[in-house]
């Protein structure tokens, strides 16, 4: 790590923070960036001594979105072969706990990052939107699905078809936020969720976040089937002995990971 252009990694104790930093262009989402933000959230997943992730930009700006310059001229075939697609797809297979910290505006490709993260903070001067129908495009990494299953079509609607933008307690009302929190704070408030996040069972954390997820995947008979077997798995683990024994001892537990 420390060999990446268009953003920053840092470790803050169990928590590695990731900055998007093109500030010039609004931290648009070009190739090299996604190429980059995926290969730097495969190294804090697979490194043992990272128990949770934080992707922000700055104060100003999120990211606006895919890069406008780099897509212009761009044929159909062009878009399907890039591979673009694919880095978004990549970041939902971390196993980790993902953190959007948002400030200023997350727009487009943007929005979309922060939707495919697991929880988001929000600076009261975050914004949100889809803004692609102005492009004569729609949201391509997921705008049309994971908005409307979290705020229910008819405000995905105006959202995707008239470019409706959300302030951050709107956000927080139409639950698209975990919290809004002064400007000077949103970081510090992000980071320290992860922290309590990374302080948890690994091996759990990771499995209650695999089991959340296929709600949204899969019918409820089977969602539940999903989540019996993962929980009978749990039993396997030493941590569950652990945590079992730590409360009947009435002391804090030790996690293994194992
Ligand atoms: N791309 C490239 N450059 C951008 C940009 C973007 N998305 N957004 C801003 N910039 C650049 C501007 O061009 C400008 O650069 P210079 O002219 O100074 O060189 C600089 O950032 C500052 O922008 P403004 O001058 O416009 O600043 P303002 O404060 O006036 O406005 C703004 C800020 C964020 C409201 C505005 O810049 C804006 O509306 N930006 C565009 C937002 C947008 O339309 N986003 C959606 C992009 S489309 C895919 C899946 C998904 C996608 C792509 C592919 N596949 C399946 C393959 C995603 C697509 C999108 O996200």
Wanted: glycine share 8%.
């Amino acid at each position: 790590m420390g060999e990446y252009q268009t953003i920053l990694t840092e470790v803050h104790e169990r928590v590695g923070l990731i900055r998007l930093n093109r500030p010039r262009a609004f931290n648009a989402l070009n190739a090299q960036l996604m190429q980059e933000l995926t290969d730097a959230l495969s190294a804090f997943d697979a490194d043992p001594a990272i128990g949770a992730i934080v992707i922000t930009g700055n104060e100003k700006v999120f990211a606006a979105g895919a890069d406008i310059k780099e897509m212009a001229a761009a044929t159909a075939a062009d878009m399907l072969t890039s591979g673009y697609i694919d880095l978004f797809d990549r970041i939902r297979t971390v196993s980790k706990p993902i953190i959007a910290a948002v400030s200023g505006w997350a727009l487009g490709g943007g929005f979309e990052l922060a939707m495919t993260c697991d929880m988001i903070v929000a600076s009261e001067t975050a914004q949100f939107g889809q803004p692609e129908i102005n492009l004569g495009i729609i949201p391509g990494a997921g705008g049309t699905q994971r908005l409307t299953r979290t705020v229910g079509k008819y405000l995905a609607m105006e959202i995707v078809l008239n470019d409706r933008r959300l302030k951050a307690e709107e956000a927080l009302r139409f639950g698209l936020v975990n919290r809004v929190v002064p400007v000077e704070r949103y970081l510090d408030e992000a980071l320290a969720l992860a922290q309590q996040l990374a302080a948890r069972a690994p091996l759990a954390l990771r499995i209650a976040k695999e089991a959340v997820n296929r709600a949204l995947e899969t019918s409820l008979t089977e969602g539940l089937a999903y989540e019996r077997r993962v929980f009978y798995l749990l039993f396997a683990t030493d941590d569950q002995k652990e945590g079992m024994a730590a409360f009947l001892e009435k002391r804090q537990p030790q996690w293994q990971g194992k």
